[in-house]
């Protein structure tokens, strides 16, 4: 603590979710000082070591996420009866003969990437972070007070402690506290849909391929887990059936989502507990301003049928961590703008690229026309023949290709 009664650490992280724990690990392995401030209380199951219950968000994780993950020494902390891969994506229309099926093999890769709940992705990057001289969390606090003055950022917290840093990042999640206390703008393009998320146990097995039904309301995943029986849902639908699906009686629910799946699973043998979140798409004006750098979901959001909202977060990450670390080896102040401008031009851009990509992959499926269904349908098809641009989607989906840090890069 200095003279002024401020605890001083070298960065400030808001948020201790994926993006925020994992920026966390990418620096203390460096030796920076972190305070890590996380609103929620710690998780009760965390301590017991509890993880038989399952969380209804099952995330698509791409290669270059695993890379990162394994460099912090989170993957090994998955447990293997929760951690599965997919080598197939197979995507289809309700109202149509088009299709489109990737397949890892035609890239020479053995996986399309890898399915592991969110809660227990926490988990993993909690237990790598503990223990470490370098990470002091505050939990649970929030921040009450941001200041900015030449050479410090300041936060207060809700329970009167006061920290300072060269470095304050916001990994505070979409509703981000610290954007709005800056006064960065977000904009937001409201998709009018709700995800209905839940973990299923199906007649038939996946076969560890994720597949998606493109229906009238949205498009209906099923993304295969650990289990050979155990699938993730994720429901894109209008507001009033999603909260109408979510209070179904279980065995209606099984029914009804059975045949929205055209029954490719079998029947629904049981559904886990339902959660729905709402959806937008959104990015911040800003990613920095001196002293502040924002990441993950605080910085964007993205449709959940692309799989990329935790897989962006890590790479800004990443990509912040190396700036960071740069800045520090060559004596720079990690916290000047002209450093975190860097960040922003990276990331931004590339952020942009993803979310355009994956706007046009839901265009092409979603168009609502119905004179434009076949037209739709032959777009569908053509795209899965014409093998170049597939194959630079499936790079991007799959995190093989774009500006990637270091980190993230597959080294053989
Ligand atoms: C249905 C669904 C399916 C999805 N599927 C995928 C997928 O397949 N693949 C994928 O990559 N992504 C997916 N996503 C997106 C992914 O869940 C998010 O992008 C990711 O969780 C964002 O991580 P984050 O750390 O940036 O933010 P969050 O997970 O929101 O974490 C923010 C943290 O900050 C804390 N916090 C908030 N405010 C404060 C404050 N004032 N002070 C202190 N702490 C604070 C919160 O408690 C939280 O712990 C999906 C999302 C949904 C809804």
Redesign the pocket.
């Known amino acids: 603590m200095n003279t002024s009664g401020h605890i001083h650490v070298d960065v400030i992280i808001?948020?201790?979710?994926?993006?925020?724990?994992?920026l966390t690990a990418l620096l203390k392995n460096s030796g920076v000082t972190c305070a890590l401030?996380?609103?929620?209380p710690a998780d009760k199951d965390q301590d017991t070591g509890d993880q038989s219950r399952t969380d209804?968000?099952?995330?698509?994780?791409?290669i270059a996420?695993k890379n990162i993950l394994q460099s912090i020494g989170a993957w090994d902390k998955i447990p293997k009866d929760r951690l599965a891969c997919f080598r197939k994506m197979h995507i289809w229309d309700e109202n149509g003969l088009g299709e489109v099926n990737f397949d890892s093999a035609d890239l020479y890769e053995p996986v399309m990437g890898y399915?592991v709940e969110?809660r227990i992705l926490?988990q993993a990057l909690e237990t790598a972070l503990n223990k470490s001289d370098h990470v002091s969390w505050?939990?649970?606090?929030?921040?009450k007070i941001l200041r900015t003055e030449k050479d410090k950022i300041y936060v207060g917290l809700d329970d009167g402690r006061q920290l300072s840093a060269s470095l304050l990042v916001a990994?505070?999640?979409?509703?981000?506290?610290?954007r709005r206390l800056a006064g960065i703008n977000f904009k937001i393009h409201d998709y009018h849909q709700h995800?209905?998320?839940c973990v299923v146990e199906t007649e038939l097995p996946h076969q560890e391929v994720a597949c998606q039904r493109f229906l009238t309301r949205g498009p209906l995943?099923f993304?295969p887990m650990a289990q050979p029986n155990q699938c993730?849902i994720?429901w894109?639908t209008t507001p009033e059936h999603a909260a109408e699906l979510k209070n179904l009686d279980e065995k209606v629910f099984n029914k009804v989502l059975a045949e929205a799946f055209a029954y490719h699973a079998g029947e629904i043998i049981h559904t886990d507990s339902r959660?729905t979140?709402p959806?937008a798409r959104a990015q911040a004006d800003e990613y920095c301003r001196p002293r502040l750098a924002l990441?993950?979901?605080?910085?964007h959001?993205?449709h959940?049928l692309?799989?990329?909202?935790?897989?962006?977060?890590?790479l800004?990450v990443a990509s912040l961590a190396e700036i960071i670390l740069q800045a520090r080896e060559k004596g720079r102040d990690i916290g000047a703008f002209s450093v975190l401008r860097k960040y922003e031009r990276w990331r931004k851009g590339e952020n942009r690229t993803m979310m355009m990509t994956m706007e046009g992959f839901k265009y092409l499926f979603e168009n609502k026309t119905t004179g434009l269904s076949w037209l739709r349908n032959v777009g569908m098809d053509m795209f899965d023949s014409i093998k170049p641009i597939k194959h630079e989607v499936m790079k991007r989906a799959m995190g093989l290709a774009g500006d990637l840090p270091d980190l993230a890069r597959s080294h053989f």
């Open positions: 808001i948020g201790a979710g994926v993006a925020g724990a994992s401030v996380e609103a929620n209804p968000r099952a995330l698509a994780i791409t996420s399915i969110q926490e505050y939990r649970p606090a929030e921040v990994a505070d999640g979409q509703s981000s506290t610290i995800a209905l998320a995943a993304l993730g994720v894109s959660t979140f959806l990441v993950g979901d605080a910085a959001r993205i959940p692309a799989g990329q909202g935790a897989n962006m977060g890590l800004d």
